[in-house]
């Protein structure tokens, strides 16, 4: 969210609670009224299911890791279970927030990558997901029963913790810790940038008429250049996630992110990898 | 895809109101009638029980919903002739009055666009798909809105395109 005169008023602008309180209270009857004739079979038939998505996710934590550790933990980005073996697809990626602009500076491109963490593993009692040479925003996820948040929406930080709660089984249940964004920021003066990256993100800030007046160099392909943009963006991000476990022992893996492919739609597909 | 239960449902009530009162308070020059349409679009939820898993859709349909009502709404005679935000004063600051005002003054789909885009942040695309508009008419839309409102919206206002 921007922030402006308008931005900061709607903060203090509030649906009144009496309202929402009666908006709940009709919820709840309408709910009661059509769930207690389905008996207890719906709940039993849940319960049965959750509990074999619980016992799979435990079995393929401790047999994926590699090696038997009394407090291996696995990783699972945006559902695809990240290791240190090699780059693994993420598929599609929802990238929100994009912006192109020019500065005193000259030229700047921002992009936010949607990707949703968790990490499962016996006896975690909290995690934290640190990033470098990006910012995280939260992305209003679902927060999952018995897990407490801190560093909480509308925030952007560079780590987020979760909690969970004294029941650990009860939270293996595949409810993602966060959905994050990753928010990444280039200027064409950044000195990390190589001249070709240097060259991609400035043609492609020109490229919008109402930034750089729609100018382009001669064979000047769209696709191609964002993706150099966004490889720029993502090669230097780095998540360290610290896990924290019940007899007070503590674990960290860091990943890496690289982007795959955009196709013509603009769609794009990212990959991750731990390695540490 | 399973029916959301009523803990969910509390939990999306609690979460996005103030973002269905806001909508509303921008397209409706009237608080009692903003609270109403916050009513309005919940019981619609209830009703229809959009079942889908994927909350930012789930977030777009709210959106929809609350504008189709608050249009449904103005188009009943009797409600455009009811008394406006400044007639209730003790329930709107000045400053946040004033400034709901600056925006109402903007064509309707214009203040919807407005919103969405600095205050949810969508991007120019997807607010396009949210209203059922060609992004250059979006695109235009915004840019009239800045030119009118270049005060308001100022500070760290930058291009958000796609």
Redesign the interface.
């Known amino acids: 969210m921007l922030s402006n005169r308008y931005t900061k008023a709607l903060d203090e602008i509030k649906a009144p609670a009496e309202a929402v309180e009666k908006a709940r209270q009709a919820a709840k009857k309408q709910e009661t009224a059509k769930t207690s004739s389905l008996g207890n079979w719906k709940k039993v038939f849940v319960t049965a299911c959750l509990a074999a998505v619980m016992i799979t996710a435990l079995f393929l934590s401790l047999n994926l890791s590699g090696k038997k550790a009394e407090h291996a933990f696995s990783v699972i980005v945006s559902a695809a279970e990240i290791d240190d073996h090699g780059f693994t697809s993420l598929g599609t990626i929802k990238t929100v927030g994009g912006k192109v602009g020019k500065n005193e500076a000259g030229f700047f491109c921002g992009e936010e990558f949607n990707f949703d963490f968790l990490c499962l593993g016996e006896g975690i009692t909290q995690v934290t997901y640190s990033i470098e040479n990006a910012s995280f925003r939260f992305s209003e996820k679902f927060a999952a029963e018995d897990k407490e948040y801190y560093s909480l929406p509308n925030a952007k930080g560079s780590s987020f913790t979760v909690r969970y709660g004294e029941n650990s089984e009860k939270i293996q249940n595949g409810d993602y810790d966060f959905g994050l964004r990753i928010c990444t920021l280039l200027s064409e003066t950044d000195e990390f940038l190589s001249e070709t990256e240097r060259r991609a993100l400035c043609d492609y800030c020109s490229s919008f008429p109402s930034v750089g007046g729609g100018i382009v160099p001669e064979g000047f392909d769209r696709i191609k250049c964002l993706k150099t943009v966004y490889d720029a963006m993502l090669k230097r991000v780095r998540v360290k996630i610290n896990v924290c476990f019940e007899d007070g022992s503590s674990q960290s893996k860091t990943m890496i992110f690289c982007c795959d492919s955009i196709d013509q739609n603009g769609v794009t597909v990212c990959s991750a990898k731990l390695v540490s | 895809m399973d029916k959301i239960?009523?803990e969910?449902?509390?939990?999306l009530?609690?979460?996005y109101?103030?973002m269905?009162?806001?909508i509303a308070?921008h397209n409706i020059g009237n608080i009692a009638d903003a609270?109403d349409v916050?009513?309005d679009v919940?019981?619609e939820y209830?009703k229809r029980n959009p079942q889908t898993e994927d909350?930012?859709r789930l977030k777009a349909w709210l959106i929809r919903v609350t504008i189709n009502k608050c249009r449904s709404l103005y188009r009943l005679f009797w409600r455009r002739n009811r008394e406006s935000l400044e007639d209730h004063t003790e329930l709107?600051?000045p400053?946040?009055r004033k400034?709901?005002e600056e925006?109402r003054s903007l064509p309707k789909d214009s203040r919807n666009i407005?919103?969405l885009y600095?205050?949810?942040?969508y991007?120019i695309a997807?607010i396009a798909k949210i209203l059922g508009k060609n992004q250059n008419t979006v695109s235009s839309a915004l840019?009239r809105a800045r030119r009118k409102?270049k005060?308001?919206?100022?500070?760290?206002?930058?291009?958000?395109?796609?």
């Open positions: 239960g009523t969910k449902t509390e939990e009530i609690r979460k109101s103030d269905i009162y806001r308070l609270e916050l009513q919940w019981f209830i909350e930012e709107i600051a400053e946040q400034i709901l925006v407005v919103y600095y205050y949810e942040s991007t997807e840019q409102l005060e308001l919206l100022e500070e760290g206002d930058e291009e958000y395109v796609k």
